[in-house]
């Protein structure tokens, strides 16, 4: 019975693992493309939102790779040496991503440090443009997500909360020039940069501790809640 539920399953994830790979693909395209205007308009700016912004969508960008390649890789025959098939690689790539992710957060909370006493000026207006500009990219990116198999496959739902959480990224960015611009509050750029790096931090972490999880041997929480609802059912 179990053998013949394995099977179903295996042939439904065939079926779809093509429109995820696509959807993956796109939103990567969208995320990177938006990632390098974000980190030059950032610099011409002068706004660290922006730039902290840009590193929560290398974030999701990142993390888009490493599920693509995940996909890649899983559907590779597992060899006689590699019983695991090429799982560990991404495993090992997450694990690297998530170190990245969090000295580029603590790289931006010591800017925002340093600003929080004399907060330079930013150019707000272009500041919002780009930010608005970053906003659509998101959404653009978490519709593709959602037309993938959003339901059941567990790397397209966590590109999906990644983008989510970087659409808070730009909406952040976007108040903090809307603050700068009325009211000339500068100092609202590093609050909503040191925000935005705690958000990349979380990612980081949860990135981190699920590779640690699996390079550990602990059971994967998708195999532990599967077995929980076929007891279940």
């Not at 790096?197 to 998708?222: F, H, Q």
Request: glycine fraction near 6%.
């Amino acid at each position: 019975m179990g053998h013949h539920h394995d099977h179903s399953h295996g042939g439904h994830q065939h079926h779809s693992s093509g429109s995820n790979k696509r959807a993956l693909l796109i939103s990567l395209f969208i995320i990177t493309a938006f990632l390098i205007v974000e980190v030059i308009g950032g610099f011409l700016t002068n706004s660290l939102a922006l730039l902290s912004d840009a590193g929560h969508m290398l974030s999701d960008s990142s993390a888009l790779f490493l599920s693509l390649i995940a996909m890649f890789f899983a559907a590779r025959k597992p060899s006689a040496k590699k019983t695991y098939g090429f799982y560990r690689f991404e495993i090992l790539a997450a694990l690297i991503n998530g170190v990245m992710l969090v000295v580029i957060s603590l790289v931006i909370i010591w800017e925002a440090y340093q600003r929080f006493f004399a907060p330079p000026e930013v150019a707000s207006l272009s500041m919002m443009g780009i930010a608005f500009v970053g906003l659509l990219a998101n959404i653009a990116a978490a519709f593709v997500l959602m037309r993938g198999d959003y339901k059941n496959n567990l790397n397209i739902r966590s590109a999906f909360l990644h983008v989510l959480g970087d659409l808070l990224g730009s909406v952040g960015a976007i108040l903090a020039g809307l603050l700068m611009w009325k009211f000339n509050w500068y100092i609202a750029d590093p609050i909503i940069s040191v925000v935005v790096a705690v958000l990349i931090m979380l990612s980081a972490w949860r990135v981190t501790r699920d590779s640690v999880d699996v390079l550990m041997e602990s059971t994967p929480a998708s195999i532990a809640a599967d077995q929980v609802s076929e007891a279940l059912s």
